[in-house]
């Protein structure tokens, strides 16, 4: 039954997670609400639910390092798995001027991070300060965007334009919003217990399995969105995408979840993971400033680099016991 509760919330997940998202944004254009808005919030951060409903579930059933892990692992993915697939698909440049803003507040976001993670604990306090940097972040890039017609801007429109029209009344799409929070939130109940019965049976420290599996599969969405821009030749889209999550994916997500629990840093996410974090970060930023062509043998180096990172988390090279 673990295995398949695991795959069950999976697939729970990626489905909800997309109903929500694809719902949220009709009916914000049926409202009337810009593009711009719709493409830098509904989109940009909406991705990130699964993420957001595991981790919080994870920190009520006294699982934080599974919460830790799912974060941590999760901006790993985004970029060395989502963006190496994309460049898989198609090889692409993103222009500096529309990923400078938000692969700058990337960077700050995860320096910060990390930094908090080496005090071994992030809490109440911290979660506070967390999520009113988001949100004066947030009320920043819309006031700008709003009174722009930059790239940036134009990139934040593209990546509400990317999920399409729902012709459907208002009623219906309402429907598929809330039947999707339900799935979301059942998908992330089945995925934390299966996850954590993983870990008890194999011996396997919870924040291993959030850094590998619950990981992988909450960014199930950015990897089906950035897959269909790719194909479609958005580089910009897969990549705002990208960069939305990461910042709230650390900021957005650590910020409620430290709210319920404290949030504990192991040894080995303090000394290993956060750092592998970083150089991920560090690796992608001249992509981004540059504009820079992602090849194929780009992306094939950054997709076997998460592999392996997947893999040492299970043969001790770098997920020994504590």
Same mark, same amino acid.
């Given at each position: 039954?673990?295995?398949?509760?695991?795959?069950?919330?999976?697939?729970?997940?990626?489905?909800?997670?997309?109903?929500?998202?694809?719902?949220?944004?009709?009916?914000?254009?049926?409202?009337?609400?810009?593009?711009?808005?719709?493409?830098?919030?509904?989109?940009?951060?909406?991705?990130?639910?699964?993420?957001?409903?595991?981790?919080?579930?994870?920190?009520?059933?006294?699982?934080?390092?599974?919460?830790?892990?799912?974060?941590?692992?999760?901006?790993?993915?985004?970029?060395?798995?989502?963006?190496?697939?994309?460049?898989?698909?198609?090889?692409?440049?993103?222009?500096?001027?529309?990923?400078?803003?938000?692969?700058?507040?990337?960077?700050?976001?995860?320096?910060?991070?990390?930094?908090?993670?080496?005090?071994?604990?992030?809490?109440?306090?911290?979660?506070?300060?967390?999520?009113?940097?988001?949100?004066?972040?947030?009320?920043?890039?819309?006031?700008?965007?709003?009174?722009?017609?930059?790239?940036?801007?134009?990139?934040?429109?593209?990546?509400?334009?990317?999920?399409?029209?729902?012709?459907?009344?208002?009623?219906? #799409?309402?429907?598929?919003?809330?039947?999707?929070?339900?799935?979301?939130?059942?998908?992330?109940?089945?995925?934390?217990?299966?996850?954590?019965?993983?870990?008890?049976?194999?011996?396997?420290?919870?924040?291993?399995?959030?850094?590998?599996?619950?990981?992988?599969?909450?960014?199930?969405?950015?990897?089906?969105?950035?897959?269909?821009?790719?194909?479609?030749?958005?580089?910009? @889209?897969? *990549?705002?995408?990208?960069?939305?999550?990461?910042?709230?994916?650390?900021?957005?997500?650590?910020? @409620?979840?430290?709210?319920?629990?404290?949030?504990?840093?192991?040894?080995? #996410?303090?000394?290993?993971?956060?750092?592998?974090?970083?150089?991920?970060?560090?690796?992608?930023?001249?992509?981004?400033?540059?504009?820079?062509?992602?090849?194929?043998?780009?992306?094939?180096?950054? @997709?076997?680099?998460?592999?392996?990172? *997947?893999?040492?988390?299970?043969?001790?090279?770098?997920?020994?016991?504590?």
């Amino acid at each position: 039954m673990t295995y398949f509760f695991i795959i069950a919330g999976f697939a729970l997940l990626l489905l909800g997670g997309e109903a929500v998202v694809r719902g949220s944004v009709a009916l914000a254009q049926r409202l009337g609400v810009s593009p711009l808005i719709v493409g830098l919030t509904i989109v940009g951060f909406g991705t990130s639910l699964p993420e957001m409903v595991v981790s919080v579930n994870a920190a009520l059933v006294e699982s934080p390092g599974l919460a830790v892990g799912n974060v941590i692992g999760s901006n790993i993915a985004n970029i060395l798995l989502i963006l190496g697939v994309a460049a898989l698909i198609a090889p692409f440049s993103v222009r500096p001027a529309a990923a400078r803003r938000d692969a700058l507040a990337m960077s700050a976001v995860t320096l910060v991070y990390v930094g908090l993670g080496m005090t071994g604990y992030i809490v109440f306090w911290h979660g506070i300060l967390m999520l009113a940097v988001l949100l004066a972040y947030i009320g920043f890039t819309v006031w700008h965007d709003n009174n722009s017609n930059d790239v940036a801007a134009e990139m934040h429109r593209e990546e509400a334009e990317e999920m399409g029209v729902i012709h459907l009344r208002t009623i219906s #799409i309402c429907g598929i919003i809330v039947t999707g929070l339900f799935a979301v939130v059942v998908g992330a109940e089945w995925l934390v217990n299966g996850a954590t019965n993983l870990a008890i049976a194999f011996g396997v420290p919870e924040e291993v399995i959030g850094l590998t599996i619950v990981a992988i599969g909450t960014s199930l969405p950015e990897l089906a969105t950035s897959i269909v821009a790719a194909y479609r030749g958005h580089s910009d @889209v897969c *990549v705002g995408n990208v960069l939305g999550s990461n910042v709230f994916n650390l900021f957005g997500i650590t910020g @409620v979840t430290a709210l319920f629990v404290p949030l504990p840093f192991s040894d080995k #996410i303090a000394s290993v993971d956060l750092w592998i974090l970083l150089a991920a970060t560090a690796i992608i930023l001249p992509f981004l400033l540059s504009g820079r062509t992602l090849t194929r043998i780009v992306g094939l180096v950054f @997709v076997g680099g998460h592999v392996a990172f *997947v893999g040492a988390q299970f043969t001790g090279i770098a997920g020994s016991m504590p």
